[in-house]
């Protein structure tokens, strides 16, 4: 499987991004997808997960209530609508699949088994 992100920018704050993860190779059907996302001189943090199959949704809590995941099985995309940005959500924003996660390892990186290139999203204050 193979993910692709994109939807990035350079934004003010305050303003809305979405991000897309398009996923090829094959139809992706394993437990969870999620976004992450690493800010400069800091590690991988996770942002927010999706089961694939159930649509189940789970946030970090810096960003519940303005981050929202969904996915189109059918398109085998997965999509992060961002919302009321601020300054310290800059950062590149991966997309990652996973097939066989555990709920209680969703936010942790190595639990994936694919991964996008990132997309930079620039918030200005």
């Known amino acids: 499987v193979q993910l692709q992100a994109s939807g990035g920018g350079l934004v003010q704050a305050g303003v809305s991004l979405r991000l897309s993860c398009v996923t090829s190779g094959r139809t992706f059907s394993g437990r969870y997808m999620g976004w992450f996302r690493q800010a400069p001189g800091k590690e991988r943090e996770f942002v927010a997960a999706?089961?694939?199959?159930?649509?189940?949704?789970y946030y970090a809590p810096s960003v519940r209530g303005r981050f929202s995941i969904s996915r189109d099985k059918a398109e085998n995309t997965m999509s992060l609508q961002m919302n009321s940005l601020k300054p310290e959500d800059t950062a590149v924003y991966y997309c990652?699949?996973?097939?066989?996660?555990?709920?209680?390892?969703?936010?942790?990186?190595?639990?994936?088994?694919?991964w996008g290139q990132g997309t930079l999203v620039t918030v200005s204050s």
């Open positions: 999706i089961n694939w199959s159930a649509g189940y949704t």
């Open positions: 990652a699949a996973g097939e066989r996660i555990i709920l209680s390892a969703i936010q942790i990186p190595r639990s994936y088994d694919y």
